[in-house]
């Protein structure tokens, strides 16, 4: 959903209040403090900004639609958070904070903790189970950059050591969806333990280079390596796909975020691969906001 749109069905923080309640609570409003349904809503205080309110006539508490969603608390329109909503959403590459901050007009670090906070209920949403054609890589983001030279290629087992940048694991269904964590273990018994959590194994074949803790998973699964000091594809065996989404990975990094601490690199790689999983999904803002409402 574009900004247009987001504006003519979110007119103000009214129409923003009553859809989050109508997703959360479809018409039976519940106290989120004892569950009773024996609640009412307070008559609207605009004047003080404190529109929304609920009674419980159980445990006495108030309450609002936002109360433990990623909207708890705010002190921001909803509005903004609708179309920050959106706008992250569609950023092809990624979205910077001082370009949402400028656009909608809030300060930086207002813009920065919305987002965050934003891809944090993306990291929610990792849990997928692939099956089919599995492609597994790693690759290396943030630090230092550092060229690989000639001996470390052809030494592939290496890999990873010695480097400062933050190691991120993933695996991708060929026409499917993608899964990848920041890890500081690449063992073979690592990658097996990933691999069990996101992968029916039974049904799938997996395919990766020679890096040599695959050779692990290899035991366990269908199993097919692609030799990268000879080719990069033979038929259908390659890792093209999963080398895909770390290119649009690192393009969202080192165009907007490289300056920022490693510390937060699993929220951007939480909003890549949301991104990437719902790209064909031409309701992904409305599915967004829908799981965002509901409470685990
Ligand atoms: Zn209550």
């Not at 993306?122 to 630090?143: F, Q, R, S």
Request: proline share 2%; aromatic share 8%; glycine share 6%.
């Amino acid at each position: 959903m574009d900004l247009i749109e987001v504006m003519k069905r979110f007119p103000d923080q009214d129409a923003c209040i009553l859809h989050l309640e109508n997703v959360r609570w479809n018409g039976e409003a519940e106290c989120p403090h004892c569950g009773s349904k024996d609640v009412y809503k307070r008559i609207h205080e605009t004047e003080t900004g404190r529109i929304g309110r609920w009674n419980c006539q159980e445990c006495k508490a108030t309450f609002k639609v936002t109360a433990g969603t990623v909207f708890h608390g705010t002190k921001i329109a909803l509005q903004k958070w609708f179309l920050a909503i959106s706008l992250m959403l569609n950023a092809k590459k990624s979205l910077s904070s001082h370009q949402l901050a400028r656009d909608l007009k809030l300060n930086q670090k207002t813009a920065w903790s919305m987002m965050h906070k934003i891809r944090a209920e993306m990291a929610t949403k990792g849990n997928v189970l692939l099956e089919g054609i599995i492609e597994a890589d790693e690759t290396y983001i943030g630090g230092k950059p550092r060229k690989r030279n000639k001996k470390e290629d052809r030494e592939p087992i290496k890999r990873g050591r010695g480097t400062n940048k933050d190691a991120i694991i993933g695996l991708v269904q060929r026409g499917g969806k993608v899964v990848a964590k920041l890890t500081d273990n690449l063992t073979g018994r690592a990658i097996l333990d990933f691999i069990k959590k996101h992968v029916k194994m039974n049904e799938s074949e997996l395919m990766t280079d020679e890096f040599r803790s695959y050779q692990r998973v290899g035991k366990e699964m269908k199993h097919r390596v692609i030799n990268h000091q000879e080719q990069y594809v033979d038929g259908d065996v390659h890792t093209n796909t999963i080398e895909g989404f770390w290119s649009l990975l690192k393009r969202a990094w080192y165009g907007q975020h490289h300056h920022y601490k490693t510390a937060y690199t699993p929220l951007y790689v939480a909003e890549a691969c949301y991104k990437y999983n719902y790209r064909d999904n031409d309701n992904v803002f409305d599915k967004f906001i829908s799981e965002s409402m509901i409470l685990t």
